[in-house]
């Protein structure tokens, strides 16, 4: 599409003005605000499953925008590995919740006694992350405003990208062998220095080939997405009965909702670390290596 054809560049306004929203769209809606109706009306089956019902929503409303704006919905575009992605997405936050074992940054609260009910919330819940933040990533990137951000053209080369793995190795081994709730921001870091440069040399997609070209529109979707997301999360769990609660030792009475504020800056990256684990598993390896062994990706 040309990005200068309004036609073919629906807004997110437009779509709903010409009526092109589909039916699971207003379905997702419809699931949110009955949600939302129904926990406020303490129904405990609602509000016991409450992140995971409107997630559930949220995520059918936002792809179908992405249907309706002409640039195809990721759930179809996926097709049967969008299962594949959700399974992903649950074994991909789990390591996250490994790590919170050991520096204890969150808890969750008022649990389903039995534990097959409350594994049931566990994995719905999980499967939704990824989902979520690449959908809705994806809407603000139709905004001409972000897609077109340019930025410095990086200048890559093999020593930098080895530096790149070693400070991704270190930032995500640290806190395993010295555990401590102020490491959590080497968490939310380390697995993008990690996984990037090895999505940038197989020739998946890679925000460093972006970098590469000058073009920073796809980065900043993805973290002002972490960031839409991360408020969304944080609202929706505020309200709901079984719910996580946070221990961030740093400026603890400064919130969002439950979220330490300072807490709250990390949703950006984990944005773009959830593109990078994605594209890690699901990005298709399409550019032969260039000479040097450093790859010449997106071209």
Not at 137 to 157: D, K, V
Not at 168 to 187: D, E, I, N, R
Request: hydrophobic share 50%; aromatic share 16%.
């Amino acid at each position: 599409m040309s990005p200068g054809n309004a036609a073919e560049e629906p807004t997110l306004a437009s779509i709903f003005q010409n009526g092109r929203l589909s039916v699971y769209g207003w379905a997702g809606l419809f699931i949110v605000g009955v949600a939302e109706i129904l926990m406020i009306r303490d129904v405990r089956l609602v509000s016991s499953f409450f992140t995971p019902i409107v997630w559930t929503g949220y995520i059918l409303f936002a792809d179908a925008l992405l249907a309706a704006s002409g640039k195809g919905s990721f759930i179809h575009r996926y097709g049967p590995r969008f299962l594949t992605l959700c399974v992903y997405s649950v074994a991909f936050w789990v390591v996250f919740e490994y790590y919170n074992l050991l520096i204890q940054n969150w808890l969750y609260v008022n649990l389903p006694e039995r534990i097959t009910v409350r594994m049931i919330g566990y994995v719905w819940s999980f499967a939704t992350i990824l989902p979520g933040i690449l959908i809705t990533s994806e809407l603000l990137e139709l905004s001409p405003a972000i897609r077109h951000i340019r930025g410095p053209r990086l200048r890559l080369t093999e020593r930098l990208l080895k530096r790149w793995l070693l400070l991704g190795a270190l930032l995500l081994v640290v806190p395993l062998l010295f555990p401590s709730p102020y490491l959590f921001a080497p968490v939310w870091l380390g697995v993008v220095f990690l996984l990037e440069p090895i999505n940038y040399r197989s020739g998946r997609p890679s925000l460093l080939a972006d970098f590469e070209k000058g073009r920073w529109g796809r980065f900043w979707a993805l973290m002002l997405g972490g960031y839409v997301c991360g408020l969304l999360w944080e609202f929706w769990n505020y309200w709901a009965y079984t719910k996580w609660v946070y221990t961030v030792p740093i400026l603890p009475e400064v919130k969002i909702f439950e979220m330490p504020v300072l807490g709250f800056l990390g949703f950006g990256p984990f944005a773009v670390e959830c593109y990078v684990a994605t594209n890690l598993v699901f990005g298709a390896k399409d550019t032969p290596p260039h000479p040097g062994g450093v790859m010449q990706a997106g071209t």
